[in-house]
């Protein structure tokens, strides 16, 4: 791979500097994102044509966490250059941001159509082939290959520390309130031990619509692997079911094909999928009540911002309702009620970059990390 970030390193600086004021970035949770022509002195000494859009990601400061990281993303692109079709290629690295190619094409989100469930295969086919001596180093206490308990666990941990714990503290009466028992993750860590034991391969853990673009000629590229994780390969079909959004049982079935045969004969998966389903229903119970409520905290007079996070709340409330041990599900009326008395209360936290929304699909659906 051809990196440059020292020829010059101002020349890099000077890109990002001169973004005008009145461009709109592609802003996601984690990153803002900016499409920028590149001139011809640092196309070429990235063996460029003049003028290729590249894409400059800055990390958005004191982002609250909501997903577990174990690599540099930069790190793990550089080791899976050329080995997975489309991943974006670092050009630089900088105090503050990078610099990737931009994948030609468009979001699946926006170009919307049938899925091309065989190219999605090939892709995760192209992932799981990764070897293990290619990846950047793991985290001193990751979980052994094939400990899938382990890595379950460590997902739980995750979620339980930082999701429910360190975000989740100033919303703990709005989530009694809403019907959210207090030993939702608790529930599921009885669970995790059932998991099976299965060759840990890369993931990538974030296959959705956004994240997969639509090129020329029928290609299909995967975006956004600042996710990534080594472990249990059951974990990456159902983070993908859960975020896809198909509207119908066949596509997911379709997709679950893909992938199998992708992934080949995995004994006991389909138990370890069931776990891995509701512990991503029960994680993004959490995430979106607090993401939700950081927008009504930034837009409390909009009336259809009060409606969206209702109706998203009363969703997420319904499709973890079972793996959260919900008693009941309030209806959408009263869940909006709740919410509102919330925002209400005398002492509601400060507004942060939680709330951040990723930038609409129809524009550019690539920037949702």
Request: charge should be positive; hydrophobic fraction near 45%.
């Amino acid at each position: 791979m051809r990196e440059v970030s020292e020829r010059p390193a101002d020349a890099w600086d000077a890109l990002l500097g001169g973004i005008g004021a009145g461009s709109e970035p592609l802003t996601g949770y984690y990153h803002v994102n900016f499409a920028v022509a590149l001139p011809a002195a640092l196309a070429d000494a990235v063996a460029l044509p003049a003028g290729t859009v590249v894409k400059l990601r800055a990390p958005i400061p004191h982002a609250p966490q909501f997903n577990l990281r174990i690599w540099p993303e930069g790190d793990l692109l550089q080791a899976i250059e050329g080995r997975v079709d489309g991943a974006p290629r670092v050009l630089a690295r900088r105090p503050g941001f990078t610099v990737h190619s931009f994948a030609a094409g468009r979001p699946l989100a926006a170009a919307g159509g049938a899925v091309p469930f065989a190219r999605l295969g090939a892709l995760w086919r192209q992932t799981a082939a990764v070897p293990r001596a290619a990846l950047p180093p793991l985290p001193p206490a990751w979980p052994a290959d094939g400990d899938c308990p382990g890595f379950a666990a460590a997902l739980l941990g995750f979620a339980e520390t930082e999701i429910r714990g360190r975000n989740g503290r100033p919303f703990l009466d709005l989530f009694a309130t809403l019907g959210i028992p207090d030993d939702a993750f608790a529930r599921l860590r009885e669970r995790a031990g059932t998991v099976g034991h299965r060759p840990f391969v890369l993931l990538h853990t974030d296959v959705h619509r956004g994240n997969l673009i639509a090129g020329p000629g029928g290609a299909l590229a995967l975006i956004d692997w600042e996710l990534a994780l080594f472990g249990d390969p059951v974990y990456e079909i159902a983070t993908h079911l859960s975020r896809m959004g198909y509207r119908t049982a066949a596509e997911r079935r379709t997709a679950h094909r893909a992938w199998h045969a992708a992934a080949g004969r995995l004994a006991g998966h389909r138990g370890a999928l069931a776990f891995y389903r509701d512990l991503e229903a029960v994680q993004s119970l959490y995430t979106d009540v607090i993401r939700g409520m950081h927008t009504l905290l930034c837009a409390p007079d909009s009336p259809s911002a009060a409606r969206a996070v209702a109706v998203r709340t009363h969703a997420v409330l319904h499709a973890a309702r079972t793996a959260a041990g919900l008693t009941r599900v309030p209806s959408l009326e009263r869940t909006a009620a709740i919410c509102r008395d919330w925002l209400r209360s005398p002492t509601p936290p400060t507004a942060g970059p939680a709330h951040r929304p990723p930038h609409p699909a129809t524009d550019d659906a690539r920037s949702a990390a």
